[in-house]
Nanobody, 114 residues
Framework: VLLQESGGGSVQAGGSLRLSCSPS????????MAWYRQAPGKERELVAR???????TYLDAVKGRFTISRDNAVNTVYLQMNSLKPEDTAVYYC?????????WGQGTQVTVSS
């Protein structure tokens, strides 16, 4: 399974970015899809997760600012990031799982300047 990410970049604080993740399999094959991030010197953390049934969970620090969604027609999962802050700067990774099998994207850099 391959996860193709796109949409990272540099933005000023308060700006918005949308990340996209297109898996090589149907998104309905996975138990869940999610976005993680890892900032320099920090551990990777879960940012947002969506189960196949549509249940969404978010990291407290991004609630109200980030939205995970999917477009079944184009087999893509998105992370809409609004009101970005410098502390959101990190490499963002798309993640999916089928039971205990885990799959990761290559990561996309998001940089937010103050």
């Amino acid at each position: 399974v391959l996860l193709q990410e796109s949409g990272g970049g540099s933005v000023q604080a308060g700006g918005s970015l949308r990340l996209s993740c297109s898996p090589s399999e149907s998104i309905f094959e996975f138990n869940s899809m999610a976005w993680y991030r890892q900032a320099p010197g920090k551990e990777r953390e879960l940012v947002a997760r969506m189960t196949v049934g549509g249940t969404r969970t978010y990291l407290d620090a991004v609630k109200g600012r980030f939205t995970i969604s999917r477009d079944n027609a184009v087999n893509t999962v998105y992370l809409q990031m609004n009101s970005l802050k410098p502390e959101d700067t990190a490499v963002y990774y798309c993640y999916s799982n089928i039971l205990s099998r885990q799959f990761w994207g290559q990561g996309t850099q998001v940089t937010v300047s103050s």
